[in-house]
């Protein structure tokens, strides 16, 4: 029976980062809702139409339709670890996924919180860069890139919208943190500190 996994943080909290430790290191799947909503649009499943129609106009995908692809997918990947990453956003997804779990006799086993203060997660991104030509990604301040290379930054990294990013991301979390402290189930990880050490303390809870 694989363990289930929920990722909460925000964007540049190093989520990825874990996902990948996971992966190479833990034989986790990492299911991000992105993925599988493409995934299903590409194989041409009867929910992938569905999703289509919605992704083809500019519309947020429903829960029901989401909640179904990924009900899909847990059948397909029955006994693997797997990390959600992205999924739940809201309240709604949240319990449409414990019902959903309860129905194939699965349960979440962790839901871990990359706590990180909004002033590092600005520092962090806004200083990114990227090298347009090759796609090579720097950073300012940890791994600035070479004076010959000519850099740009992506809007999303722009400070202004990394701070409506956070907002955002705050105004949907703390409902979900509320429910998944209740269920007793939610471990806070201090995001500040290096990458293995963020690891080992996953691991620990696992």
Request: proline letters at 6%; glycine letters at 6%; aromatic letters at 6%.
């Amino acid at each position: 029976m694989g363990k289930i996994l929920i990722f909460l943080g925000p964007p540049g909290a190093g989520k990825g980062t874990q996902s990948q430790f996971l992966k190479d290191r833990d034989n986790f799947i990492q299911i991000s809702t992105g993925d599988i909503l493409r995934e299903a649009v590409k194989n041409g499943t009867e929910l992938g139409k569905k999703a289509k129609s919605y992704m083809d106009t500019g519309q947020l995908v429903p829960d029901e339709i989401i909640i179904g692809i990924i009900e899909e997918k847990l059948k397909e990947l029955s006994d693997k670890n797997i990390i959600f990453d992205g999924f739940p956003r809201t309240l709604n997804q949240a319990e449409s996924l414990d019902k959903l779990l309860n129905q194939i006799g699965k349960k979440i086993d962790a839901v871990i919180l990359f706590e990180i203060p909004d002033e590092e997660v600005i520092r962090r991104l806004s200083g990114r860069r990227i090298d347009p030509k090759t796609g090579t990604v720097y950073h300012i301040e940890f791994s600035p890139p070479p004076k010959d290379v000519e850099v740009i930054q992506r809007d999303d990294d722009k400070e202004e919208v990394i701070k409506k990013r956070l907002e955002v991301y705050h105004s949907q979390t703390a409902p979900l943190i509320d429910y998944y402290s209740k269920k007793n189930i939610l471990y806070k990880i201090d995001a500040t500190l290096p990458p293995e050490e963020v690891y080992k303390k996953i691991k620990s809870v696992l």
